[in-house]
């Protein structure tokens, strides 16, 4: 059968996305590939809300090299703040204890964000160089208010970083707007593109700390590649390491692809698909991990089970034609799977979504008010939006 991927990163990709990387000769200097980067780095920026004054950065990996790379804006002996909603809020800690950087972190229960006013109040009592936070969080699927974080803590801190990995693309970022000075992502979320870059964009700054003394190692030393990106953005050829070419190729036919959908209504798709998904799994009688309406995200929904195995209901599902993605809060192990949202999705995948999860929980003997879940798709799809 045909698979639905509602994972958290791939998930199903638009074909000519893929397409626009099979070609087999376009070398690393070539100018089809020289002009998808600019073409990338220039949307990147409008992706992420800010003017010309931010440098755009792809850079191989994916989030995790992104994240790492924010090392390049710290000195030896500086004090970050780490703001953790789950998995990969901890990431940033397990990241910088790798790092002579003093770390300290604001943990939120599993569900919750941490609030904006406790944060606030730890950058008052404290300098920190740099604060970091998780925009969403793919673990639990709960959003942090990063604009409202950002107003409070801006005067305190030097350099805020959020990591969008789960969001850009799915909601709405305005980093310049909101005063962040690093946002960065990754190809496989809701930009929709298959795993091998991380994507960021730096305030003017954060640029001017890419010093000799930064304490980032050498491949993910952003210093290493400001010049390749600043040319490559003018559309002359540069190298430090070999950059990957075929999923540049596709990172720029996604890009159009946003760019003709328009970024707003890819945000307003992406908001309707979540509220949709979260009225199907309601009617059904079932809990979202994420605790409050205002946590709730647009790109990953937590689904609660009462009952039954979710490595069950995950192997059921990919034989009823959708894969899912099971829990990895440590806090609430066995007791969830999460639903992905993000980048081609559309309401089709929705009712799909919905209608197997109906079907393989009622098979499995999940107590749930079964054929109230598709309906209330439905009727939200007719009379809600
Ligand atoms: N941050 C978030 C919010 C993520 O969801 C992920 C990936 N699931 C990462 C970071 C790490 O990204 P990668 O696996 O591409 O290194």
Do not use: C
Not at 113 to 142: A, F, N
């Amino acid at each position: 059968t045909r698979k639905i991927l509602m994972h958290v990163g791939p998930e199903t990709i638009d074909y000519d996305v893929l397409l626009g990387g099979i070609k087999g000769d376009v070398g690393f200097t070539s100018k089809e590939f020289v002009d998808a980067m600019s073409f990338s780095l220039k949307f990147l920026r409008k992706l992420m809300g800010v003017s010309e004054s931010y440098q755009p950065f792809i850079i191989p990996g994916g989030g995790t090299s992104a994240m790492e790379s924010v090392t390049s804006l710290l000195r030896k002996g500086d004090k970050v703040l780490v703001v953790s909603n789950g998995v990969f809020g901890n990431r940033w800690i397990d990241i910088f204890s790798r790092y002579p950087v003093n770390v300290k972190a604001l943990k939120a229960k599993a569900g919750y964000y941490v609030k904006p006013e406790e944060i606030e109040e730890e950058v008052k009592k404290d300098h920190y160089t740099m604060v970091t936070m998780t925009h969403v969080e793919t673990s639990t699927g709960v959003r942090e208010p990063i604009a409202e974080v950002a107003k409070r803590i801006r005067d305190y801190v030097d350099l805020i970083v959020v990591d969008g990995v789960a969001s850009v693309g799915g909601e709405e970022v305005r980093a310049e707007d909101w005063k962040v000075d690093v946002f960065l992502t990754a190809s496989q979320k809701a930009i929709g593109t298959p795993p091998g870059a991380g994507l960021l964009v730096l305030s003017e700054n954060a640029t001017k700390r890419l010093g000799e003394d930064n304490i980032a190692g050498y491949y993910l030393n952003l210093k290493n590649w400001l010049g390749v990106m600043q040319s490559m953005e003018k559309g002359k050829a540069s190298n430090f390491s070999t950059l990957p070419v075929h999923l540049v190729l596709m990172i720029k036919r996604a890009f159009e692809l946003i760019e003709t959908e328009g970024i707003e209504n890819r945000i307003r798709r992406h908001e309707i698909v979540s509220s949709a998904i979260r009225k199907g799994i309601e009617a059904l009688g079932l809990e979202i991990v994420a605790k409050t309406p205002e946590a709730y995200s647009n790109t990953v929904t937590g689904v609660m089970l009462k009952k039954v195995n979710p490595n069950d209901v995950l192997s059921m599902s990919l034989t009823e034609g959708i894969e899912f993605a099971p829990g990895v809060h440590p806090d609430l192990a066995g007791k969830y799977f999460r639903i992905g949202h993000m980048g081609w999705v559309n309401i089709n995948d929705v009712i799909s979504a919905i209608a197997v999860i109906e079907r393989v929980l009622s098979k499995l003997g999940e107590p749930i008010n079964f054929g109230e879940g598709v309906k209330a798709v439905q009727e939200y799809l007719i009379n809600g939006i």
